[in-house]
């Protein structure tokens, strides 16, 4: 009896190390890896024995980030710099690196207020970027492709919580239309190429930082978002929080929003590439939404971070935002199910990884 468990620990290892072994062998290509959700990607990536390559323009993120991924795994990324508009780069670029087995795609233009001033950018950056790296995908036959969607898609629902199969509204901004015309071409090019597979991971509001402070958010200007626009605030660089409008139609007037942990929004992408590399996928296109399941609103969140950090915020409640919906949270249970994922991260705990990378970058105690 000793001897047959012996031997099936020993088998059971075996198959783990060889499964290791595989991963360690399969490099995913991670485009926009230097940038917020991309870099605590390539490390979740890089933590499950994958190998990786960043592909970034470093338009909106810095190059000292992948010393940081670095000094967190152990492991430098290889990394090229260029733009992926540059349809001869792209295709170069696959043509040395033949080895790729799957792919992430992160780099996009993102600011929702810009996109309406300059909606030709928007959507030249963001379409044609995808368009270069499916064209060279199909030529280089590399199958697996993973796209960083959002929950913008369905602007207002008009049922809560939302799942995969809410209809999708008219886009609020040309932000917000590049990731759903996006979502389509993935999906369209994987009908016209059976041998393609993709999976788009529709996004709710992903905050907080890596447990190690070496890798956050860093928005470059003034912070859009509502928790780097805290923690900045907390640190003194800016005088007082806006709070667009407290007037709506939720229990304190101020909007709900669905926030997940960077980390954990991570490591859903590494459960997604597994999912096409061991051709687990039940379709050639999957969607996914990537949220808790809980809807905190902007006072909630306020009121959480003054609790978990001690240090009392100076807002100020003032006109609606254009474009904000009033709330918005995920129903997970198919990525719960299907994916085999989930949030595992409470707010408290990722208000205060938020925190301790803001005050990180400042040089704070
Ligand atoms: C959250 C709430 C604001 C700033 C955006 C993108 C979306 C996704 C996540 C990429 C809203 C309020 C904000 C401030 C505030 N990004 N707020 N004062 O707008 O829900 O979604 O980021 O996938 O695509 O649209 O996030 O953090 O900007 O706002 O009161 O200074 O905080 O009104 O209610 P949003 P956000």
Request: hydrophobic share 40%; with cysteine.
């Amino acid at each position: 009896m000793l001897n047959r468990n012996i031997l099936s620990i020993f088998f059971y290892t075996f198959a783990v190390h060889i499964d290791n072994l595989n991963t360690m062998a399969q490099k995913i290509l991670v485009t926009g890896g230097t940038g917020y959700i991309g870099s605590h990607t390539v490390v979740e990536l890089i933590n499950a024995g994958y190998k990786t390559v960043i592909i970034d323009d470093l338009s909106n993120s810095s190059a000292d980030v992948i010393d940081n991924i670095e000094k967190i795994t152990g492991v430098r990324p290889a990394f090229e710099k260029f733009d992926l508009t540059d349809f001869e780069r792209v295709e170069k670029f696959f043509a040395d690196n033949s080895d790729i087995a799957a792919t992430i795609h992160f780099a996009a233009s993102k600011a929702v207020g810009e996109s309406v001033e300059k909606p030709l950018l928007y959507y030249r950056n963001n379409l044609v970027s995808l368009m270069n790296l499916l064209d060279c995908h199909l030529k280089y036959d590399v199958n697996n492709i993973v796209f960083s969607s959002s929950c913008t898609v369905y602007g207002q629902p008009d049922k809560l919580p939302v799942t995969e199969t809410t209809p999708r509204k008219d886009a609020e901004s040309p932000y917000a239309n590049t990731k759903r015309v996006n979502e389509d071409i993935l999906r369209d090019s994987t009908v016209a190429n059976p041998r393609l597979k993709g999976i788009a991971l529709r996004y709710f509001n992903p905050i907080g930082a890596h447990p190690t402070a070496l890798i956050g958010e860093l928005p470059l200007g003034v912070p859009q978002n509502l928790v780097p626009f805290i923690t900045q605030t907390a640190a003194g660089l800016r005088d007082e929080l806006k709070v667009f409008g407290d007037d709506y139609d939720t229990p304190d007037g101020s909007a709900i929003r669905d926030y997940i942990n960077v980390v954990d929004l991570a490591k859903a992408h590494v459960v997604s590439i597994e999912r096409l590399l061991k051709q687990k996928n039940k379709e050639n296109f999957e969607v996914f939404n990537l949220g808790t399941g809980n809807g905190y609103s902007v006072l909630e969140i306020i009121k959480g971070f003054e609790k978990v950090t001690g240090v009392k915020l100076n807002y100020k409640i003032v006109e609606r935002r254009a474009g904000d919906i009033v709330k918005i949270w995920a129903d997970t249970t198919y990525a719960n199910e299907e994916l085999g994922w989930k949030a595992e991260k409470g707010l408290e705990e990722t208000l205060l990884s938020a925190w301790n990378w803001e005050k990180n970058v400042r040089g704070m105690k």
